[in-house]
């Protein structure tokens, strides 16, 4: 049976405002306001969606680095969002992650062996600092870098190869799962696609299962193996990677999907252009909170929240679109997007 590594239920995370001549709290933004999601071993999950949905927030709140308003963490059968501090740092070796800017992530007054060392060190995973270098030496391989690198300092890499020593630092502590919070975003196309690949042996060599937030959908539809979708601090799509992209069952997905540059020259995509901003998330829309922006919004849309029901097979999405008629449902009378028939 495959393990589930991580489950997330209803979480929420509401940041307080300030204000006032007291300074008290005057209002919240609602970054993240009731997700839910599992990621099994050797799964990955990405997480996609505008910036400010809220999705580098849910990362961080599973990390554990900040409070959580409300809501579930469990990593490996353990609940950690209301474990203290010190009950929680054990558990830490098992969800490592992968920021996106490499140049800030790394301690520049260490050098490379130090960095890998010290989660080694850290979590009580070598007896000896012999087998530390042999187990430093080990992550070089693993992520492609020549082993006598270990001796320079980050500043003499390029960001791809500080990317692939941030990933070997997330390796060193020898998790369960990673999560990669926009960790090919500041990176050069061609960079991009090899670190995107590196992730996948490596997922693929230590059956890890990793959560790839993102706001690039052709990366993710290269790489992951389920999608969810969010839009103001919700999940209003989850499906598995063909499903999502072939045939997407949200107004939203459908909206970010026509917006991918098609690969295919000469390949005709109808590109949906979404109006206005995204509202904000200190005062959500009422009702369905893409209906300000979603061209088949109705009267139900504006009074009653959608709630994420499965279309089959998993697919789940929130849109009362799917509560009509099969043949008045915009959504299931359509070609799939151009760019993504899945194979
Ligand atoms: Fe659009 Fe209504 Fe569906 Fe929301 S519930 S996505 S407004 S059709």
């Given at each position: 049976m495959t393990k589930r590594v991580l489950e997330v239920s209803d979480l929420k995370k509401h940041f307080p405002i300030r204000g006032g001549l007291l300074g008290g709290?005057?209002?919240?933004?609602?970054?993240?306001?009731g997700v839910s999601f599992h990621i099994d071993q050797g799964e990955t999950l990405s997480l996609v969606g505008e910036?400010?949905?809220?999705k580098s927030t849910v990362g961080k709140s599973v990390l554990r680095l900040f409070p959580l308003t409300s809501g579930q963490v469990v990593l490996n059968g353990k609940r950690?969002?209301?474990?203290s501090t010190g009950t929680l740092r054990p558990l830490r070796r098992q969800i490592q992650v992968v920021f996106q800017d490499p140049f800030s992530s790394l301690?520049?007054?260490?050098?490379v062996r130090e960095i890998l060392a010290e989660p080694i060190r850290n979590f009580g995973l070598a007896n000896s600092e012999a087998e530390i270098d042999e187990k430093v030496g080990q992550l070089m391989d693993k992520v492609r870098l020549?082993?006598?690198?270990?001796?320079?300092?980050?500043?003499?890499?390029?960001g791809g190869q500080r990317q692939r020593i941030c990933i070997a630092r997330a390796l060193a502590a020898e998790p369960d799962i990673i999560v990669?919070?926009?960790?090919?975003?500041?990176?050069d196309v061609s960079v991009k696609a090899q670190i995107v690949n590196l992730l996948q042996d490596l997922q693929a060599e230590l059956g890890l299962a990793m959560l790839f937030i993102s706001h690039d959908l052709a990366i993710v539809e290269h790489m992951t193996h389920r999608v969810a979708v969010m839009y103001l601090g919700q999940i209003v799509e989850v499906a598995d990677r063909k499903q999502l992209f072939g045939a997407p069952r949200h107004p939203y997905t459908e909206a970010l999907l026509s917006a991918v540059p098609v690969p295919m020259p000469g390949a005709a995509r109808e590109r949906i252009v979404l109006q206005?901003?995204?509202?904000s998330p200190i005062k959500p829309p009422p009702g369905c909170r893409f209906h300000t922006r979603?061209?088949?919004?109705?009267?139900?849309c504006r009074k009653e929240v959608p709630r994420l029901q499965?279309?089959?097979?998993?697919?789940q999405a929130a849109c009362h679109?799917?509560?009509?008629p099969a043949e008045q449902n915009p959504l299931l009378n359509k070609a799939p997007p151009t760019a993504f028939r899945a194979a």
């Amino acid at each position: 049976m495959t393990k589930r590594v991580l489950e997330v239920s209803d979480l929420k995370k509401h940041f307080p405002i300030r204000g006032g001549l007291l300074g008290g709290t005057v209002g919240y933004v609602y970054a993240v306001d009731g997700v839910s999601f599992h990621i099994d071993q050797g799964e990955t999950l990405s997480l996609v969606g505008e910036s400010g949905c809220g999705k580098s927030t849910v990362g961080k709140s599973v990390l554990r680095l900040f409070p959580l308003t409300s809501g579930q963490v469990v990593l490996n059968g353990k609940r950690i969002d209301d474990m203290s501090t010190g009950t929680l740092r054990p558990l830490r070796r098992q969800i490592q992650v992968v920021f996106q800017d490499p140049f800030s992530s790394l301690n520049p007054r260490l050098r490379v062996r130090e960095i890998l060392a010290e989660p080694i060190r850290n979590f009580g995973l070598a007896n000896s600092e012999a087998e530390i270098d042999e187990k430093v030496g080990q992550l070089m391989d693993k992520v492609r870098l020549p082993r006598d690198a270990v001796n320079r300092w980050p500043h003499e890499f390029s960001g791809g190869q500080r990317q692939r020593i941030c990933i070997a630092r997330a390796l060193a502590a020898e998790p369960d799962i990673i999560v990669c919070d926009e960790a090919v975003s500041a990176l050069d196309v061609s960079v991009k696609a090899q670190i995107v690949n590196l992730l996948q042996d490596l997922q693929a060599e230590l059956g890890l299962a990793m959560l790839f937030i993102s706001h690039d959908l052709a990366i993710v539809e290269h790489m992951t193996h389920r999608v969810a979708v969010m839009y103001l601090g919700q999940i209003v799509e989850v499906a598995d990677r063909k499903q999502l992209f072939g045939a997407p069952r949200h107004p939203y997905t459908e909206a970010l999907l026509s917006a991918v540059p098609v690969p295919m020259p000469g390949a005709a995509r109808e590109r949906i252009v979404l109006q206005g901003d995204v509202p904000s998330p200190i005062k959500p829309p009422p009702g369905c909170r893409f209906h300000t922006r979603c061209p088949y919004a109705f009267d139900r849309c504006r009074k009653e929240v959608p709630r994420l029901q499965d279309n089959g097979a998993g697919h789940q999405a929130a849109c009362h679109l799917h509560d009509l008629p099969a043949e008045q449902n915009p959504l299931l009378n359509k070609a799939p997007p151009t760019a993504f028939r899945a194979a």
